[in-house]
């Protein structure tokens, strides 16, 4: 898995991911809705997996000694690892946010321990609807990611809802760090619970899907 993972990097990574690291730079713009930060590396994936369809990189990566199975598990632990670079980025950014500017953002999550926890959240859904989707007919890209994309900012939306409507979430999750510091840890935890599961069953599934796909490579 670790030379699969080599592979990835180093033929698949295309410059738009690279590029959707950056914006985690986002969250230093006041009255951003920072969820929206978490979507464009979902996008970056988009490009990968559009660009491996272009460059025919399943019939490449079935021509070495893997299962489909493995290549399956690849790509999405390259996606996984990407997403956990964005979260790293963010949460950097949310700490000099913090230092820096100090102000409530108005559009959404404060930028917190909280809003990491959502970005695990966010992760975990596009990954449990992209990849079985785009593993069922790998020809098909596009509408696997506007399902992946239209998952994920409903979420985002009722994230922006929530902290104007949901008293727990307004007053307690939607607060500058270090307040309320536990219930921001149990939701940046069960964010990371939910991404682990969800990113597992994706590969799980995407991978049956994959077997009982007829390949025209």
């Not at 369809?53 to 996984?80: C, I």
């Not at 100090?102 to 990954?127: E, K, T």
């Not at 902290?163 to 500058?176: E, G, I, K």
Request: with cysteine; glycine share 8%; proline share 4%.
């Amino acid at each position: 898995m670790i030379l699969l993972l080599k592979k990835e990097f180093r033929l698949c990574l295309h410059p738009a991911a690279l590029v959707m690291l950056a914006t985690s730079a986002l969250l230093l713009v006041p009255n951003y809705p920072f969820g929206v930060s978490f979507f464009y590396m979902a996008l970056g994936i988009f490009f990968i997996c559009l660009d491996g369809r272009e460059n025919h990189d399943a019939a490449f990566t079935l021509a070495l000694p893997v299962s489909r199975r493995e290549a399956v598990r690849g790509r999405v632990l390259f996606g996984a690892c990407l997403e956990l670079m964005q979260l790293a980025l963010c949460a950097a950014f949310a700490a000099l946010r913090s230092r820096w500017i100090g102000a409530d953002n108005q559009a959404g999550m404060d930028g917190n321990l909280a809003l990491i926890g959502q970005g695990f959240l966010l992760f975990g859904v596009f990954n449990i609807v992209f990849f079985p989707a785009h593993y069922r007919d790998i020809g098909k890209v596009g509408v696997p990611f506007a399902l992946g994309a239209a998952a994920m900012f409903l979420l985002i939306t009722l994230d922006v809802v929530a902290t104007y409507a949901v008293p727990f979430v307004r007053d307690v999750l939607d607060t500058p760090d270090p307040a309320h510091l536990g219930a921001k840890l149990a939701c940046l935890a069960a964010g990371a619970a939910a991404w682990l599961i969800l990113t597992g069953a994706a590969i799980r599934i995407a991978a049956r899907r994959f077997e009982a796909l007829d390949l025209q490579l």
